[in-house]
């Protein structure tokens, strides 16, 4: 990929890849590489960072903490800002980049490149004020929020860049370092996202690490970082949280969903149901918000069943750069091999695949999408999450059962009600247990809006002023004004 040039001159080469460590670009004597996962061929190498690399970064995280944190916040909203401004000098770069090692259509990639600017702008121009509760004639009491030290950001490999610009600014603006650290899936960007930053922050403040499955435990075992904040498996989410409470770091964890979508007797099919489909299959079912299980009213199913079938069948699989393509590979074998479990399901358990159904192999990790029609509720498509274009719609009647059904689940990250009539559906969607749940939309998200999951979904949310907050410590500030 060619190189660019940022506002000040200096270029930028998209074809190394290097760690950051204390405002340096550093290499490593072991390194491996990503996979392009729609030609299964290998991308550029990219650092494995050691045990060595990780100390250095934590003691640079740290040291820079000292002065970062005393800067007052208006400091940091400008050079978050400015970051962001040469950020989106480079948005095409990004986009091209990320749809090579993620495998989104280039339409796609494009987007998420534009909303990590937008995700890493608008909460940069956030504020986070004093609030005070009591103020008498005798004492007044104040709650503030003081930054907590060395933020690691654990980012995951389905969207690398807007999820690490939620992670990044919110920890910047408060006051905290950050080191980065991309999936091992795709490093690229957010190493390449991390060099650019350099130019805008003091050494230490900014870092970012690759490496390989060692990396993030070192990372959120280590006793002088503050703060875990992980998006990814609820697996992964829980050991997590185990390893960072041997030294009782603040963590913040966006976990899995198994998002449903009630669709009431009320909606217009044309319009919705090839809604509801795109929102199944959007990056190929690789988002923890996408629509996971479809509960349509019994005496619109056949006819929405068969809406969806037909918008299913004009979306195109193919390789990111391909014109008009809408669902690329998955992104890596270990996904690929785990949604196939769930095609072997369907074909032991004889259920009814209404469109789609097993893909042939081929030179790249994909998979058509697929709608299982009215499999039973313990099934493992409507009981798990695939985290790929497979998804069950399934029949209801009553409102409290559908209800019940929607809520039967570990997990509680988004859910969505679908009806003409908004007292229906408000009086429906605040019964859902979930973080975020939307009426005719899904995954309608915003950096201003805080965002988190119920249950095993995740714990404490990110986004929004209140999301500032979990990068903070609280505390109470008493000031007596008469001795």
Request: glycine share 8%; net charge negative.
């Amino acid at each position: 990929m060619p190189s660019a040039t940022n506002g000040s001159g200096a270029k930028i080469f998209f074809d190394t890849f290097q760690n950051v460590i204390d405002g340096k670009q550093v290499t490593t004597s072991q390194t491996r590489h990503g996979i392009n996962p729609a030609t299964k061929k290998a991308l550029p190498e990219v650092p494995i960072a050691s045990k060595e690399d990780v100390d250095t970064a934590v003691k640079a995280g740290k040291e820079a903490f000292k002065s970062w944190s005393k800067t007052t916040i208006e400091e940091r909203r400008e050079a978050i800002l400015k970051f962001a401004e040469a950020y989106k000098e480079h948005q095409e770069d990004f986009a091209k980049l990320l749809t090579t090692e993620q495998g989104k259509p280039l339409q796609f990639g494009n987007m998420e490149a534009g909303t990590g600017y937008t995700w890493l702008s608008e909460i940069a121009k956030l504020d986070l004020p004093e609030e005070v509760i009591e103020d008498t004639e005798d004492r007044k009491v104040i709650t503030r929020y003081t930054p907590l030290g060395v933020v690691v950001a654990i980012v995951p490999w389905n969207f690398p860049i807007q999820l690490a610009m939620g992670k990044i600014a919110p920890a910047l603006l408060t006051g905290n370092t950050i080191i980065l650290k991309p999936s091992p899936f795709t490093p690229y960007c957010g190493l390449k996202i991390a060099e650019l930053a350099q130019k805008f922050f003091p050494p230490g403040v900014f870092q970012a690490l690759s490496g390989d499955d060692n990396l993030g435990p070192w990372l959120t075992a280590h006793p002088d970082v503050d703060k875990i904040s992980f998006t990814g498996s609820t697996v992964t989410g829980k050991k997590v949280m185990e390893s960072a409470s041997k030294t009782l770091k603040r963590v913040t964890l966006e976990l899995g969903g198994n998002d449903p979508a009630i669709v009431c007797k009320s909606v217009d099919i044309k319009a919705v149901a090839p809604q509801i489909a795109t929102l199944g299959f959007l990056n190929s079912g690789q988002i923890c918000l996408c629509v996971k299980r479809i509960y349509v009213h019994s005496a619109i199913y056949d006819e929405f069943r068969d809406a969806m079938v037909e918008h299913t069948k004009t979306l195109k699989v193919a390789e990111g750069f391909a014109d008009g393509a809408f669902l690329g590979p998955i992104q890596n074998s270990m996904q690929y091999e785990k949604v196939q479990t769930f095609f072997d399901d369907v074909e032991k358990q004889g259920y009814k695949v209404a469109v789609g159904g097993k893909t042939a192999a081929s030179d790249g990790y994909f998979i058509n999408p697929t709608i299982i029609d009215n499999p039973a509720d313990d099934s493992m498509i409507v009981q798990e999450e695939p985290f790929g274009p497979i998804i069950p719609i399934v029949k209801w009647t009553d409102e409290d059962d559908v209800i019940a059904r929607a809520n039967n689940t570990k997990m509680g990250l988004g859910a969505s009600v679908w009806s003409s009539d908004l007292k229906e559906a408000e009086r429906i969607a605040r019964q859902i247990e979930a973080g975020s749940v939307w009426i005719n939309a899904h995954i309608d998200v915003s950096p201003i809006v805080p965002f988190g999951g119920h249950k095993e979904s995740g714990i404490g949310h990110e986004w929004g002023a209140s999301g500032l907050k979990h990068f903070c410590n609280s505390q109470s500030l008493f000031l007596k004004k008469k001795v």
